[in-house]
């Protein structure tokens, strides 16, 4: 057990349950799959990508100083800092604490110039082999694939993952693939959505600016609920027939 327990007994401690008493165990918080959970999700956030972000600078400060080449140094990168990055990436869908990003670029220049300046932008070092560089992790974009990993799921029927049902019954009567097109602000998406629904929308737009790619009007655009489909300053939210399943490139 983690953190304070406080135990709570029935009024009668020798009444048994299927042959156990009836004891109850109250804990700050518990370790799940390699994550500290706890009540509030913004610590766990917190907790978990601060933790895992201190070991990683440990390790790296302590190796500093020896006497390794610059290709080593980022094998060190690749098989110290990167899988356990990517396990919190992976298992939290939820963006990390502010200047989290700025925090392990820092932490990986230091690394790779031994404390010294640096003599090749990070963001060169970052590009692939066949281009001359050396194929230097980018964190941030592993970040974002592991996001977008869930709204993948959000299109077709079949039921890939358990937690399917329950962020559909959390946008009803909106479809989940339907969300991404709607236009909704993050501050709203919030309000109605909850935090991770709209962690994956976020992530999904800043990959659109990234790449520069536009989808306002989209083929998935739905014809209710929209917010770039008022009439007269509301939302259309009528659906009969065939239009509950058309988008406005198959009405003619």
Same mark, same amino acid.
């Given at each position: 057990?983690?953190?304070?327990?406080? =135990?709570?007994?029935?009024?009668?401690?020798?009444?048994?349950?299927?042959?156990?008493?009836?004891?109850?165990?109250?804990?700050?918080?518990?370790?799940?799959?390699?994550?500290?959970?706890?009540?509030?999700?913004?610590?766990?956030?917190?907790?978990?990508?601060?933790?895992?972000?201190?070991?990683?600078?440990?390790?790296?400060?302590? =190796?500093?100083?020896?006497?390794?080449?610059?290709?080593?140094?980022?094998?060190?990168?690749?098989?110290?800092?990167?899988?356990?990055?990517?396990?919190?990436?992976?298992?939290?869908?939820?963006?990390?604490?502010?200047?989290?990003?700025?925090?392990?670029?820092?932490?990986?220049?230091?690394?790779?110039w031994k404390g010294r300046r640096a003599k090749?932008?990070?963001?060169?070092?970052?590009?692939?082999?066949?281009?001359?560089?050396?194929?230097?992790?980018?964190?941030?974009?592993?970040?974002?694939?592991?996001?977008?990993?869930?709204?993948?799921?959000?299109?077709?029927?079949?039921?890939?993952?358990?937690?399917?049902?329950?962020?559909?019954?959390?946008?009803?009567?909106?479809?989940?693939?339907?969300?991404?097109?709607?236009?909704?602000?993050?501050?709203?998406?919030?309000?109605?959505?909850?935090?991770?629904?709209?962690?994956?929308?976020?992530?999904?737009?800043?990959?659109?600016?990234?790449?520069?790619?536009?989808?306002?009007?989209?083929?998935?655009?739905?014809?209710?609920?929209?917010?770039?489909?008022?009439?007269?300053?509301?939302?259309?939210?009528?659906?009969?027939?065939?239009?509950?399943?058309?988008?406005?490139?198959?009405?003619?």
């Open positions: 057990m983690y953190g304070l327990c406080v =135990w709570l007994w029935y009024p009668d401690e020798t009444k048994l349950v299927f042959g156990i008493k009836k004891v109850f165990f109250l804990v700050s918080q518990f370790r799940y799959l390699g994550i500290n959970i706890f009540a509030s999700l913004q610590k766990t956030i917190t907790k978990n990508y601060n933790g895992t972000l201190n070991k990683i600078k440990a390790d790296l400060d302590r =190796w500093q100083k020896l006497p390794i080449s610059l290709p080593g140094r980022i094998s060190i990168i690749k098989m110290n800092a990167l899988p356990r990055i990517n396990f919190c990436s992976q298992m939290l869908p939820l963006s990390p604490p502010p200047r989290y990003w700025n925090d392990i670029r820092a932490m990986i220049i230091r690394f790779l090749i932008k990070l963001d060169n070092l970052q590009r692939k082999k066949e281009l001359g560089a050396l194929s230097v992790p980018n964190f941030k974009l592993y970040f974002h694939t592991f996001a977008l990993c869930p709204v993948v799921n959000w299109f077709g029927d079949k039921q890939l993952n358990a937690w399917i049902n329950i962020e559909r019954s959390l946008v009803a009567p909106v479809q989940l693939q339907d969300v991404l097109f709607t236009n909704l602000s993050i501050k709203k998406c919030k309000q109605k959505y909850g935090q991770i629904i709209t962690s994956a929308i976020e992530n999904l737009r800043k990959i659109e600016r990234m790449l520069k790619w536009k989808s306002k009007w989209h083929t998935n655009t739905p014809l209710f609920h929209n917010d770039l489909l008022k009439s007269g300053g509301k939302l259309s939210s009528h659906r009969s027939g065939k239009e509950q399943e058309q988008t406005p490139w198959e009405i003619s």
